[in-house]
């Protein structure tokens, strides 16, 4: 079993709906989750960090955490085509290192 | 405050040479994470550097090597260059795990 693990997608959306992509993890004891953006050819950037369960919002992005079921989830509300990227789940289980996921590809149609 | 920087952006050499590429964290932190992407695939964990020791390292053969200076920048060295080689090389750099990462633009290695 991968210690993170996400859908590879592509999940296709119009233009103004919401995306919900999602993250599993193996390692009850991991303390931090992050969500990374990467566009094509260029490096991920981090958009979300979730440390305790329940919701958080920033913006248009509002990532979603549950421990006892070990997900995590980002919404992105309000999708636009400048938001077709590959999403990356990330995980710290303690050791200070993160543990990525294979990614969830993205595509808004206008 | 300066972000991730690596160096080259590009980089072209031929199997069996051997490539080196630098990469220096943002100011304060100590630990660096040397990744893996080929085209196509997910990251892939190469390098953990921290405190000038090498902390952990992925499934890669040992002719991926690399070294954490005082100052916190590193470099990764990759001998026998292969054609499967060819990959965009990601740096990063975190105070501590729990916080995150930031990665660095990357260095995109071609090996004919």
């Known amino acids: 079993q991968k210690e993170v693990e996400q859908n590879s997608g592509p999940l296709s959306v119009p233009e103004g709906a919401i995306a919900s992509l999602n993250c599993t993890y193996s390692?009850?004891?991991?303390?931090?989750f992050f969500w990374y953006r990467q566009y094509s050819g260029k490096s991920p950037e981090l958009i979300m960090s979730?440390?305790?369960?329940g919701d958080k919002e920033d913006g248009r992005f509002t990532a979603q955490l549950n421990k006892a079921s070990q997900y995590v989830s980002l919404l992105i509300r309000d999708s636009q085509p400048s938001d077709s990227a590959t999403y990356l789940c990330?995980?710290?289980?303690?050791?200070?290192?993160?543990?990525f996921g294979s990614g969830t590809r993205l595509q808004v149609q206008p | 405050e300066a972000g991730v920087t690596q160096s080259p952006t590009h980089l072209i050499k031929t199997r069996g040479q051997q490539a080196t590429l630098r990469c220096s964290p943002i100011?304060?932190?100590?630990?660096v994470y040397w990744y893996q992407q080929a085209l196509g695939l997910g990251l892939q964990f190469l390098l953990w550097?921290?405190?000038?020791?090498?902390?952990n390292r992925g499934n890669f053969p040992p002719r991926f090597s690399g070294r954490q200076f005082p100052n916190y920048s590193s470099e990764l060295n990759v001998n026998a260059l292969e054609l499967e080689d060819s990959a965009l090389y990601l740096c990063?750099?975190?105070?501590?795990?729990?916080?995150?990462?930031?990665f660095g633009s990357g260095t995109r290695l071609t090996v004919v």
């Open positions: 979730i440390y305790s369960n």
């Open positions: 100011s304060g932190h100590t630990s």
């Open positions: 390692d009850r004891g991991s303390q931090s």
């Open positions: 990063a750099s975190s105070l501590d795990g729990q916080y995150g990462y930031t």
């Open positions: 990330a995980v710290n289980t303690g050791r200070r290192a993160l543990t």
């Open positions: 550097y921290d405190e000038g020791e090498e902390r």
